[in-house]
């Protein structure tokens, strides 16, 4: 869309002004926040979320150029319902008219609109949004500017940290002075995603809170409501939002560990009434049961749920594991210590709810030099080829050859000793067969320098070389005697 037409359809939306302190007055103060997750926080896992204390929920990141051009991908992005608010629509993109169109058929249906610019993923890159806009400020400004000034809901930045804590402030001030009305900070790097992912900083999401006047809500490290806790009271932020720790645990704001079929069942209600994609169902079915399906014993129900798209088949595995591992969880039979079984090394029961713990980029390096080291060696193992005779001994790659040439013609006599089996009459070499000295290369060589000798079998010309040159010499002299 054009800027003039962009213009024109904020012009026939009436103005309002925007309370300065969203966070209480707008979104009701809201403390728990789920985080816009693609293809993860779909409108019945934000109604399921919310009913087990997450005050605030994002829509999925959301395509601004798709958004204003598919009506289908807008209306399966705008479903929600009454119970679903307050809720903040994420768009990404770096064209502020199409941000801004984007926006203005989106407002209409939430309470504040986002500005993805923490996407750290390759898409991201090539796209050139979300983390990879935070390398041009100036085109960021006019994006956050043009958003606030034609908008009726307030506009909202998601960011990740630079390294230098300084740069991040400034960046973060940048934002607010452009129209951002609210702060969400990831406390990490757009580097640090993957195996690198690493500890989100809380040191940068501090000095952020308190350099600016809007309110900030910090995301990273929450895998727990003590998490959450201790992240608001050392940082002073407004709310924690959570990705992980909610996709593996849903009911982290109610500080419970629920077994993992109550909020699986839960959700596929809600699905049946709130239809998602297939994909989307397998995806968090297999964060809510990642510590069940990692048992060697629920192989079955693993690829069940990988293989199979349907609604009854995403039962019968929920059902399945929930009947396998009731009786432990009730009590009725006793679950082995963690010491009794090698698959398994958890502190809480697999069949719980609980955080996945991701290791840290140091580690992870370390174990995957040894493996790859281990690997290397036993290729190396394999790609050498070990011979053994007869009997089964081991043998050099040589005499398997001679081993083989008898076997082929039994009855050719064998020849004693090999080609210049004889010795050198100087060293303990073998002698050269065509050696008119009878000695080595090395040793003839000697012997033709010294003596002033010719070798036709080594093709040693010492004595014919050097009767050459003083016969070439004697005709240069004659030359120049002839000139002079």
Same mark, same amino acid.
């Given at each position: 869309?054009?800027?003039? $037409?962009?213009?024109?359809?904020?012009?026939?939306?009436p103005?309002?002004p925007?309370?300065?302190?969203?966070w209480?007055?707008v979104?009701?103060?809201p403390?728990?926040?789920v985080?816009?997750?693609v293809?993860?926080?779909e409108?019945?896992w934000?109604?399921?979320?919310?009913r087990?204390g997450?005050?605030?929920?994002?829509?999925?990141m !959301?395509h601004s150029?798709?958004?204003?051009r598919?009506?289908?991908y807008?209306r399966e992005a705008?479903?929600?319902?009454?119970?679903?608010?307050p809720l903040?629509?994420?768009?990404?993109?770096?064209?502020?008219d *199409?941000?801004?169109?984007a926006?203005? !058929?989106a407002?209409p249906?939430?309470d504040a609109?986002?500005?993805?610019?923490?996407c750290?993923q390759?898409?991201a890159?090539r796209?050139?949004?979300?983390a990879?806009? +935070?390398?041009?400020?100036d085109?960021?400004g006019?994006?956050?500017g043009?958003?606030?000034?034609?908008?009726?809901?307030p506009?909202?930045?998601?960011l990740?940290?630079?390294p230098?804590i300084e740069?991040? #402030?400034k960046?973060?001030r940048?934002?607010?002075?452009a129209g951002?009305k609210?702060?969400?900070?990831h406390?990490?790097?757009?580097? +640090?995603k993957g195996?690198l992912?690493?500890v989100a900083s809380?040191?940068?999401?501090?000095a952020?809170?308190?350099?600016?006047?809007?309110p /900030?809500i910090a995301?990273?490290?929450?895998?727990c409501?003590q998490d959450a806790?201790?992240?608001?009271?050392?940082?002073?932020v407004h709310?924690?939002?959570?990705?992980?720790?909610?996709?593996?645990n849903?009911y982290?704001f109610?500080?419970r560990?629920?077994?993992?079929w109550?909020p699986?069942? =839960?959700?596929?209600d809600?699905v049946?009434?709130y239809?998602a994609?297939p994909?989307f169902?397998?995806g968090h079915?297999?964060?809510l049961f990642?510590?069940? !399906?990692?048992?060697a014993e629920?192989?079955?129900?693993r690829e069940? !749920?990988?293989?199979?798209?349907?609604?009854?088949?995403f039962?019968n595995? /929920?059902?399945?594991?929930?009947?396998?591992?009731?009786?432990?969880?009730?009590?009725?039979?006793?679950?082995?210590?963690e010491?009794?079984r090698?698959?398994?090394?958890?502190k809480?029961?697999?069949?719980?709810?609980?955080?996945?713990?991701?290791?840290c980029?140091?580690?992870?390096?370390?174990e995957?030099?040894e493996t =790859?080291?281990?690997?290397?060696? *036993?290729? $190396?193992e394999?790609m050498?080829?070990k011979?053994?005779?007869e009997?089964?001994n +081991?043998? $050099?790659?040589k005499?398997f050859k001679?081993?083989k040439?008898?076997?082929?013609?039994?009855?050719?006599?064998? #020849?004693?000793?090999?080609?210049?089996?004889d010795?050198?009459?100087?060293?303990?070499?073998?002698v050269?067969?065509?050696?008119?000295?009878?000695?080595?290369r090395?040793?003839?060589?000697n012997?033709?320098?010294?003596e002033n000798?010719?070798?036709i079998g080594?093709r040693n010309?010492?004595?014919?070389?050097?009767?050459m040159a003083i016969?070439?010499a004697?005709?240069?002299?004659? *030359? +120049?005697?002839?000139t002079?």
């Amino acid at each position: 869309m054009s800027s003039t $037409s962009a213009d024109r359809l904020a012009d026939t939306v009436p103005r309002e002004p925007i309370a300065a302190n969203i966070w209480e007055t707008v979104l009701g103060s809201p403390r728990y926040v789920v985080a816009p997750m693609v293809d993860a926080s779909e409108l019945a896992w934000r109604l399921l979320s919310r009913r087990h204390g997450a005050h605030l929920c994002y829509t999925p990141m !959301l395509h601004s150029s798709v958004f204003c051009r598919d009506p289908k991908y807008r209306r399966e992005a705008l479903a929600s319902t009454a119970e679903d608010r307050p809720l903040i629509v994420q768009f990404c993109g770096n064209d502020p008219d *199409t941000l801004l169109e984007a926006a203005l !058929l989106a407002e209409p249906f939430c309470d504040a609109v986002d500005i993805n610019i923490g996407c750290p993923q390759a898409i991201a890159k090539r796209g050139r949004y979300g983390a990879f806009l +935070q390398d041009d400020w100036d085109l960021l400004g006019r994006i956050v500017g043009r958003l606030s000034k034609n908008l009726c809901v307030p506009v909202t930045c998601k960011l990740r940290v630079f390294p230098e804590i300084e740069k991040t #402030v400034k960046y973060a001030r940048m934002l607010e002075t452009a129209g951002a009305k609210m702060l969400t900070v990831h406390g990490r790097t757009r580097e +640090q995603k993957g195996p690198l992912t690493g500890v989100a900083s809380w040191d940068h999401i501090k000095a952020i809170r308190q350099a600016v006047s809007i309110p /900030v809500i910090a995301n990273g490290n929450i895998q727990c409501l003590q998490d959450a806790e201790k992240c608001i009271e050392e940082t002073n932020v407004h709310g924690v939002m959570s990705a992980e720790g909610n996709l593996y645990n849903p009911y982290i704001f109610e500080a419970r560990y629920p077994p993992s079929w109550e909020p699986a069942f =839960e959700y596929l209600d809600l699905v049946e009434r709130y239809p998602a994609p297939p994909s989307f169902i397998r995806g968090h079915l297999f964060k809510l049961f990642h510590h069940t !399906l990692c048992l060697a014993e629920n192989k079955e129900e693993r690829e069940t !749920l990988a293989t199979n798209s349907t609604m009854e088949s995403f039962k019968n595995v /929920v059902r399945a594991l929930r009947d396998r591992y009731l009786p432990y969880h009730e009590g009725r039979l006793v679950w082995r210590d963690e010491s009794d079984r090698s698959d398994y090394n958890l502190k809480l029961p697999p069949w719980l709810c609980q955080p996945y713990v991701r290791q840290c980029p140091e580690q992870r390096s370390v174990e995957k030099s040894e493996t =790859e080291a281990e690997q290397m060696k *036993t290729q $190396s193992e394999t790609m050498k080829r070990k011979f053994t005779d007869e009997d089964g001994n +081991q043998i $050099s790659r040589k005499r398997f050859k001679r081993l083989k040439q008898l076997a082929r013609r039994p009855t050719k006599p064998m #020849v004693v000793g090999r080609r210049g089996s004889d010795l050198c009459h100087n060293c303990p070499n073998p002698v050269g067969l065509k050696c008119v000295h009878k000695l080595c290369r090395q040793c003839c060589r000697n012997k033709c320098f010294t003596e002033n000798l010719d070798c036709i079998g080594h093709r040693n010309l010492t004595k014919t070389r050097r009767q050459m040159a003083i016969e070439f010499a004697a005709k240069r002299k004659t *030359t +120049q005697n002839t000139t002079t």
